[in-house]
């Protein structure tokens, strides 16, 4: 396999990332609301579209910000174009955080709302991530050069870490470890939380093998946007430290 894979299409050639990013819309959307069908929703239907509504707007700007701080240096040239194309996951859930918290304020639900997105999200990270592996170096979600094991030569002739590879990975043993966890009794809201958690500690630990640009302190906005959801769930994080260490 040479690296970018494209398809060719009236003899122009087109990377499948952007086939894969509405496919991993699509099915994440159908599978909430098949996996909708068999539970008991505390919240309303026409609550859970604003909630939804909150998550995606979120995410559009949340997913922006944070990939343009990727980049600090090129802050100075920063246009509409620049802004558009540019997107990450860790921000859009980060910004799908604030969003679903402001509308859920908004309208008065005071219950916990994201375990029934934590399935669907993960499957949908998986099939977007297959995108972003066919990319190679022509998507921002390549390691550094490595004589790791699992190295590959994404497109520049170097052996790389396959970032995008180790995130499907990690999706299917997250999607693993919830679906073994979907008959257990847990605090509505726990599930969410605990794959917030192990999500953004996975990209905390990964950017240390990406070429990242510094925000501050030698850290990335990707790393500060872990650092905050820690800071965010700490009493979560304490609650279940507890529970497994009493």
């Not at 994440?28 to 909708?36: H, M, Q, T």
Request: aromatic share 18%; with cysteine.
């Amino acid at each position: 396999m040479s690296f970018p894979v494209q398809f060719k299409l009236f003899g122009e050639l087109y990377h499948w990332h952007y086939i894969f990013e509405l496919l991993a819309f699509f099915v994440g959307v159908r599978l909430y609301y098949f996996l909708k069908r068999g539970i008991k929703d505390p919240i309303s239907d026409e609550n859970r579209m604003w909630i939804m509504l909150g998550a995606m707007l979120g995410a559009l700007v949340g997913s922006r910000v944070v990939a343009i701080l990727e980049t600090p240096g090129q802050l100075g040239q920063l246009s509409f174009f620049m802004l558009y194309q540019s997107k990450t996951i860790a921000g859009g859930l980060l910004g799908g955080l604030f969003g679903v918290e402001l509308v859920k304020k908004a309208i008065g639900v005071k219950i916990a709302s994201g375990d029934i997105y934590v399935i669907p999200i993960i499957v949908a990270l998986f099939i977007g991530r297959i995108g972003c592996f066919l990319m190679g170096i022509d998507e921002p979600v390549f390691g550094n050069a490595t004589t790791f094991f699992m190295g590959m030569d994404l497109g520049d002739g170097l052996k790389r870490h396959p970032v995008a590879l180790y995130e499907m990975l990690y999706m299917v043993l997250l999607c693993g470890l919830f679906i073994g966890l979907s008959k257990k009794e847990m605090v509505n809201g726990d599930r969410f939380k605990l794959f917030m958690v192990l999500y953004f500690l996975y990209r905390f630990a990964v950017e240390f093998i990406k070429p990242y640009h510094p925000l501050f302190l030698n850290l990335s906005s990707i790393h500060w946007a872990a650092l905050f959801i820690f800071l965010y769930y700490y009493k979560f994080i304490i609650r279940t430290a507890k529970q497994l260490c009493p």
